[in-house]
């Protein structure tokens, strides 16, 4: 069996234009959706990581056509491992230990890897993925929510004014059908002095709706802040 030998024909003009045209396009996209939610890295941060990607990886290819002896992936390589730290810088960890910004890092990783595959000609896989990276943003994100509000478990933030507060939120709970599974003091993220903050796992009895709890939460009169973790 004889082993066929692929050489990589030397970028055009043309091709290189053609190239970054795209990835503009492609991180143009995916920011677009991050930026309309007002996120930390929207439409210029993922252009740039996709349009970026996309240099990285013909300047590769211009070095190993050009007869140098390196790896024609090395440098995307180091891309894909890099722009993790640019990702790492959008995510937050707010009020009782919950961490935003995951979507937004894995967007932004997504845009680099997309710029790399624009940036070898790999136009099928970089169209496609593109398309299925914002469905994930858009129309999943619909669909995500209504498989956890179809959940019976709910985990929440909760700060009441003093620990009588909390007793009576407890109590009337119960009365509500909701199981208290788990709750754990929080000390260090109380935003009134004298509040008591919790992270509390509850399980709700069928026919109660989380937003409708939440809501009902909210309105007590011994809670100041509610968030969902």
Not at 26 to 43: H, N
Not at 91 to 114: E, F
Not at 156 to 176: C, G, K, M, N, S
Request: net charge neutral; charged share 15%.
């Amino acid at each position: 069996m004889l082993n066929t030998v692929h050489t990589i024909a030397a970028l055009t003009d043309g091709e290189i234009l053609i190239r970054l045209l795209i990835s503009v396009v492609v991180g143009g996209v995916i920011g677009l959706e991050r930026g309309k939610t007002r996120r930390p890295a929207g439409f210029r941060t993922h252009m740039l990581v996709c349009v970026g990607s996309c240099v990285v990886m013909m300047t590769n290819l211009f070095l190993y056509t050009s007869g140098l002896d390196t790896d024609p992936a090395r440098l995307g390589a180091q891309v894909i491992t890099g722009v993790g730290f640019l990702g790492a810088g959008s995510i937050l960890l707010t009020t009782g230990n919950r961490v935003k910004g995951l979507t937004t890092a894995a967007g932004l990783w997504a845009s680099a890897c997309l710029g790399l595959a624009i940036g070898a000609g790999f136009y099928v896989a970089a169209v496609v993925g593109s398309i299925l990276v914002f469905l994930s943003l858009t129309l999943f994100h619909q669909i995500e929510n209504q498989i956890y509000n179809l959940s019976r478990t709910l985990n929440l933030y909760i700060e009441t004014v003093d620990y009588p507060a909390f007793r009576a939120l407890r109590r009337e709970l119960r009365e509500q059908g909701v199981e208290i599974q788990s709750f754990e003091f929080e000390s260090d993220t109380i935003a009134e002095k004298n509040s008591i903050g919790l992270t509390m796992t509850l399980k709700l009895a069928k026919g109660i709706a989380q937003d409708d709890l939440i809501s009902d939460i909210k309105r007590n009169d011994g809670v100041l802040l509610v968030e969902e973790v």
